[in-house]
């Protein structure tokens, strides 16, 4: 069973910059979320996406999109890039099947750097 | 709103010491509590939730709906449980996870 994974490992932009970052979510599952870990902060959720639709928004400006694959990966986009953007961001990915909880599991993160 | 708290940075104890580390939370509703867990160079991972009552590692967590809290605690701290440890919650239905501002547990021998 492969795990989640997420590229690049690392990242440095430049203020007004786009980005874009990528999850491969965990064989058999079917929902993916992003979450953006600030220094000293606990995650912060940005968005879900299930079955290639947004399941879900935190409070994110619209300037953080997704995009969810048929194969259940996931992309991750911010457009006019912030130096607040500076973050950990991480993926999760589980299986959506009914109204229970199902675990999350985390990928290794993507860290930006917006100078 | 739907928040959680722990108001420890760090926690810093001796090897064969107890550990409990606090979580309150406030949300209008049901919440699932859960306890993760990161370990140094390692991912993210669930360390366990209050619906399952298991006892993880030598963890066990208490959700007490009247004082809306849900601490970590273990009797006797092993120096490999030094750690970034966080509290968060989610409605069922929606698996968006709110996160606490995490705890660091450390251990010394």
């Known amino acids: 069973e492969t795990g989640v994974t997420q590229s690049p490992t690392h990242l440095i932009k430049t203020r007004g910059q786009q980005v874009t970052l990528r999850c491969s979510s965990q064989?058999?599952?079917?929902?993916v979320s992003w979450y953006q870990q600030a220094l000293g902060q606990g995650p912060q959720f940005i968005f879900q996406y299930y079955r290639e639709e947004e399941n879900g928004r935190g409070n994110f400006p619209p300037r953080f999109s997704g995009l969810q694959f048929p194969n259940y990966s996931s992309e991750l986009n911010v457009n006019a890039l912030e130096l607040d953007d500076s973050a950990l961001y991480l993926c999760a990915s589980s299986s959506l099947a009914d109204l229970t909880y199902n675990e999350q599991f985390f990928g290794p993160g993507t860290r930006l750097t917006v100078l | 709103a739907q928040r959680v708290t722990q108001p420890e940075k760090l926690l810093s104890v001796f090897k064969g010491a107890p550990v409990e580390l606090k979580c309150n939370y406030s949300?209008?509703?049901?919440?699932?509590l859960f306890w993760y867990v990161q370990y140094s160079r390692q991912r993210l991972q669930l360390l366990l939730r209050?619906?399952s009552r298991e006892s993880i590692k030598g963890f066990t967590a208490d959700l007490n709906k009247g004082e809306t809290s849900f601490h970590l605690k273990k009797p006797f701290a092993q120096e490999e449980d030094s750690a970034m440890y966080y509290c968060a919650l989610t409605d069922t239905g929606f698996q968006k996870l709110v996160f606490g501002t995490g705890t660091r547990l450390l251990v010394s021998p």
């Open positions: 949300y209008s509703g049901s919440p699932e």
């Open positions: 209050h619906i």
């Open positions: 064989s058999g599952h079917n929902t």
